[in-house]
């Protein structure tokens, strides 16, 4: 019931920062808690950061605390993810997800993913 596409990713030098945007149709998006997860090959898909239904409860992974922040606008059906003092570690393809509620794992809905490059 809920279609979700990211953007927001590209080429970025180590040090600097980008946000990536989630939008959500298609269903009640507003009742669903949002998740961000990143895969690099040969690795399975991690967590990064989740916000609950009323953007009152975040969650971070240990890798990204103190420099990324997930952030939801109900509103406008959007979820955010602001990435700070990037660094080439954090080189992935980022997937937003969505389910009823926070899942560090596999999640009802998925975006299509996005491509972060963390190079100098």
């Known amino acids: 019931q809920v279609q979700l596409v990211e953007s927001g990713g590209g080429l970025v030098q180590p040090g600097g920062s980008l946000r990536l945007s989630c939008a959500a149709s298609?269903?009640?998006?507003?009742?669903?808690?949002v998740s961000w997860f990143r895969q690099v090959p040969g690795k399975e898909r991690q967590f990064v950061a989740a916000i609950d239904w009323s953007g009152g409860s975040t969650f971070y992974s240990d890798s990204v605390k103190g420099r990324f922040t997930v952030s939801r606008d109900n509103a406008k059906n959007m979820a955010y993810l602001q990435m700070n003092s990037l660094i080439p570690e954090d080189t992935a393809v980022y997937y937003c997800a969505a389910d009823v509620h926070i899942r560090y794992g596999p999640n009802d809905y998925w975006g299509q993913g996005t491509q972060v490059t963390v190079s100098s």
């Open positions: 298609g269903g009640t998006f507003s009742r669903l808690a």
